[in-house]
């Protein structure tokens, strides 16, 4: 291929390098591309599979049980992340409204991840243990019986569909290769469900709700939103403490000099 | 670079669909612009780290503890002696975040007992009102609220309660 | 292909392939942007979520995402490239079983998704929801793309690569990586899967996925598509060669960093926080030679403004990127964040970037192409000038609505009263606050879409022949 211009005077410089090698060889041009964009990624990334520069875990943060986790595919399926996070930021604007901010090790058994995007509701991370079973199964069913004013579409289907067993148990199957549960803990899953949803079903009960199954999908969904957020409150408040001791001898040590 | 070589074509349109392309000068604001940015990312990123030593848990103990500076806790003594209308002012916050879902903005009643009425299902007095708040209700849902909100703030809820919703 | 071209040129490029990605393009954009609209008024107005499974807010969130993302950019951008690359590299498309099977996979997997997706069936990984028989199709026909492109890049008749293919060859690598590394998961079902990677670590993964879709699907490749078709249409040399290197180079070099911006105060190390937070600020530069290179490129047509509507649109995608690529960065800003995550403001960002870069530039193209493929005059170019003001004045609308209640809704929350309270500890108030803003945005997203259904009736027109006496000179073809 010839370039008649390249020679008229007013051409300023042959080929540039970036020409002749690069847009030339179009593999090469290819490879490179394809260095400059994992250099980011893997800086990023790939420190947070260490120890020291990952997540720190929190011993007492577990596994979801059964229900739990079928709860939680609800959510998933329901699209609730689309409105909701799960991500108490460490303002005390926030920890006043939702209580105290979110750890990277209370995750740990996130599959997926649940942090959301958008606040169109509030923050869901402390929820768990706030409000009694019944709030949650009248918030459900009208969310404004509960929380006047609020946008948020009502979701009848869940007092009427039920969860499946097997279906649980093909998750929990599948978590498994995460090591979240035993193959002794799939087995024992059906009677698991049944025990959880029973004391959610009684406390039901005692609020007047007759028509709920312990295998009712809104049972599952109670189960999970009252779990969120409160594995590991003891540790976060250690560790609290722990650096509020520290900063007020930083403050005194300071002010001594 | 060369100022005075402005918008000589290079050439090449025809292994460009007939594009002609120009070799102009990086504009030098843009050129300034790419350098302070990238300048600015080292200093900050030195600065908040190594130098500063700020980390987010740090930013939120400060935050905090500015704030309890700013509006310091009042000890139960003065809690206990506290003119009412005081503590039930403060306590209408903590009832909007965590009561209403329950027993309604109105204090009307919902999911639980009507707190406007004249029945006091666990007796009406100011007393009475704290105690049910701290310890709960467990069988009816009605949460154990002492320690999640403490004794200062089931005070201020309490009070106005007691006083929003015609306690005896 | 048809009887006026000139018969050297007749088999050399496959425009008919062009031809089926953007009548998809353009038709899934009304899909996608209906189900925007719906969702503008749900939130505006509750019952519109009609108390169904498949109809409420959030099952169809994710489907007016995907749909816009997937179905009218991706689209948008393979009708140009398919367009642009052939005559580029002065090839047909390497393979024309390929292109179809890419046009009718790339429909087949979106059909699936809009059935999918209303049903519940989701990953949950946000723009990454098709469920995992769907990312393996994804996956091949990507792959199967992929060869078609850098095939026809191998049996190139010209030497050197054109700064458009550049940035197209960033997407389609790109693209490749994110798509697999974040869908790597364990299915259980056949419609559900878990993630391989869990907790923060899956959040890094899916945003550093989630960021870097926004810049090489919607920004590199549109790039591309600017350095083809402003040019083209404006008759001038692209303004500065040289930029187009150094903006080239730093932008897929930096853009990949940027990632945990979006995890700002989480539970994400503070140092992983910072780069996200500085890479961002860096980014302004290298995306502004874009923008420069574009609007540097109309010096001297600057008064065919006035009646052309395809150098219209281009301006004002181009501005609206240059707006966005600077309010990005900012947003980026740990104190800025700090009010702006998780409100409105984000939505509104999203959409000068979606309807103000992506979608004007492909309306844009559009304008450019459709006379040029059915070589037939546009059916009303008045009509095109009214769907721009439609377009303008609709983003414009959408954009200030949410800034207002993005603001107002962060303000609203770190709102402490006299006693060190919150002021509004139901949340609800700050909720209820923001409805009006949710009708304007509802409105201007009405425009836009209205202007874009103006555009199909127009394209649906001129290729129904409305013009057929006046035949015009297609594309100029090469030489040999």
Redesign the interface.
């Known amino acids: 291929?010839s370039?008649?211009?390249?020679n008229?005077p007013?051409?300023?410089?042959p080929d540039s390098w970036h020409r002749r090698t690069l847009e030339h060889k179009s593999a090469l041009f290819a490879v490179l591309t394809t260095v400059a964009i994992s250099v980011g990624g893997l800086v990023e990334i790939v420190p947070l599979f260490t120890v020291s520069a990952g997540p720190q875990a929190i011993a007492e943060v577990t596994p979801y049980t059964p229900l739990e986790q079928a709860g939680r595919d609800i959510y998933s399926r329901e699209g609730c992340v689309q409105c909701h996070s799960q991500m108490v930021r460490?303002?005390?604007a926030e920890?006043l409204?939702y209580g105290e901010?979110s750890r990277a090790g209370e995750y740990t058994f996130d599959r997926p991840f649940l942090l959301g995007s958008r606040r169109i509701g509030p923050d869901l991370h402390r929820l768990g243990?706030?409000?009694?079973?019944?709030?949650h199964y009248?918030?459900m069913k009208d969310p404004r019986?509960?929380?006047?004013g609020s946008i948020m579409p009502a979701y009848p289907w869940l007092l009427e569909d039920r969860i499946d067993t097997a279906d649980v148990q093909a998750s929990m199957t599948a978590l498994s290769t995460f090591g979240h549960y035993t193959q002794a803990e799939i087995d024992a899953a059906p009677a698991a469900l049944a025990k959880q949803g029973e004391e959610i079903v009684g406390?039901l009960r005692?609020?007047k709700v007759e028509n709920i199954e312990a295998d009712h999908e809104i049972v599952a969904l109670i189960a999970y939103l009252q779990r969120l957020g409160t594995d590991g409150k003891k540790a976060i408040k250690d560790q609290?403490a722990q650096?509020?001791r520290a900063?007020g001898e930083a403050v005194a040590a300071g002010s001594a000099q | 670079m060369s100022r005075e070589?402005q918008?000589?074509?290079?050439?090449?349109?025809?292994?460009?669909?007939?594009?002609?392309?120009?070799?102009?000068?990086?504009?030098a604001w843009?050129?300034g612009?790419?350098y302070f940015?990238?300048a600015?990312?080292?200093v900050?990123?030195v600065h908040?780290?190594f130098v500063a030593g700020?980390?987010?848990?740090?930013?939120?103990?400060?935050?905090?503890?500015a704030?309890e500076a700013?509006?310091p806790a009042p000890d139960p003594a003065t809690v206990a002696a506290a003119d009412p209308k005081v503590l039930a002012?403060?306590g209408k916050?903590?009832y909007?975040?965590?009561c209403?879902?329950?027993h309604?903005?109105e204090l009307k009643g919902?999911?639980g007992p009507n707190l406007t009425d004249a029945e006091w299902i666990h007796g009406g007095s100011l007393a009475e009102i704290t105690t049910v708040i701290t310890n709960g209700v467990p069988?009816?849902?009605?949460?154990t609220w002492g320690p999640i909100l403490g004794p200062e703030k089931v005070a201020q809820v309490a009070a106005f309660i007691h006083a929003a919703g015609g306690g005896q | 292909m048809t009887a006026d071209s000139p018969a050297a040129a007749a088999p050399r490029y496959d425009d008919e392939i062009v031809k089926k990605f953007l009548l998809a393009t353009f038709i899934w954009g009304v899909v996608g942007m209906l189900v925007g609209a719906i969702l503008a008024l749900q939130l505006a107005w509750w019952p519109a979520n009609l108390g169904l499974p498949w109809t409420t807010f959030g099952r169809l969130r994710p489907l007016h995402t995907n749909a816009v993302i997937f179905a009218f950019t991706a689209n948008g951008l393979f009708t140009g490239i398919y367009y642009?690359m052939q005559?580029?590299l002065?090839t047909r498309m390497f393979n024309d079983t390929l292109s179809n099977i890419h046009f009718w996979g790339w429909q087949a997997i979106i059909v699936s998704a809009a059935i999918t997706l209303p049903l519940g069936m989701s990953q949950t990984h946000e723009y990454a929801e098709l469920i995992w028989p769907i990312d393996l199709a994804i996956a091949v026909v990507w792959v199967l793309f992929a060869v078609n492109f850098f095939g026809t890049i191998a049996v190139r008749k010209?030497?050197?690569l054109?700064?458009a293919i550049w940035f197209y060859m960033s997407m389609v690598i790109t693209i490749t990586v994110l798509h697999v590394v974040n869908n790597l998961a364990m299915p259980a079902t056949l419609t559900r899967s878990y993630p391989v990677f869990s907790g923060m670590t899956d959040a890094l993964v899916q945003w550093w996925y989630g960021h870097n879709a926004v810049g090489f699907l919607l920004t590199t490749p549109m790039l591309g598509l600017m350095y083809?078709f402003l040019?083209?249409a404006a008759e001038r040399?692209?303004?500065?060669?040289?930029?187009?290197i150094?903006h080239f180079w730093?932008l897929v070099f930096l853009y990949i960093w940027a990632g945990p911006h979006h995890l700002l105060?989480s539970g994400l190390p503070?140092?992983a926080?910072?780069?996200g937070?500085?890479?961002s600020?860096?980014l302004?530069?290298?995306s502004?030679?874009g923008m420069?290179n574009g609007l540097?490129t109309l010096r001297g047509a600057w008064d065919r403004l006035r009646s052309d509507a395809v150098l219209k649109f281009f301006v004002v995608g181009i501005t609206f990127y240059g707006m966005s690529t600077f309010e990005g960065p900012m947003m980026s800003i740990r104190a800025v964040n700090a009010l702006s995550h998780y409100t409105d403001w984000t939505i509104g960002h999203v959409h000068s970037g979606a309807l103000g870069w992506v979608g004007m530039s492909l309306f844009a193209v559009g304008y450019y192409l459709v006379p040029r493929l059915w070589k037939r005059p546009l059916h009303n170019e008045g009509w095109a000038t009214a769907h721009f003001w439609l377009a303008t004045i609709g983003i414009v609308l959408y954009v200030v609505a949410m800034w207002v209640s993005g603001i107002t809704q962060g303000l609203m929350w770190r709102a402490i009263?006299d006693?060190?309270?919150?002021q509004y500890?139901?949340f609800v108030d700050t909720v209820i606050k923001l409805v009006p803003f949710y009708w304007i945005r509802l409105g201007g997203g009405l425009m836009y879409l209205s202007g874009l259904v103006l555009m199909l009736v127009n394209i649906g027109l001129t290729i129904a022949g409305s013009r057929p006496d006046q035949a015009i000179n297609p594309s100029?073809a090469?030489a040999k």
Not at chain 2, 8 to 21: C, F, K, L, R, T
Not at chain 2, 54 to 65: K, L, T, W
Not at chain 3, 237 to 243: A, F, Q
């Open positions: 291929m370039h008649p211009d390249n008229s007013q051409s300023p410089a460490p303002f005390r920890t409204r901010w243990g706030k409000y009694p079973d019944v709030w009248e918030h019986s509960t929380s006047p406390r005692q609020s609290v650096t509020e900063q | 070589k918008d000589v074509p290079m050439g090449h349109s025809d292994e460009a669909d007939g594009i002609e392309e120009y070799d102009n000068a990086l504009p843009w050129l612009l790419f940015t990238i600015w990312a080292v900050y990123g908040y780290h700020r980390s987010q848990a740090g930013d939120y103990v400060a935050e905090v503890q704030a700013r509006w002012e403060a916050a903590i909007m975040t965590n209403i879902g329950c309604g903005p919902g999911i069988e009816k849902g009605m949460l | 642009s005559r580029l002065k010209v030497k050197h054109y700064v083809y040019p083209k040399p692209v303004y500065s060669y040289r930029l187009s150094i730093a105060y503070d140092w926080q910072t780069l937070m500085i890479f600020v860096v302004i530069a290298p502004w030679g420069l540097l009263d006693v060190g309270q919150l500890p139901n100029p090469p």
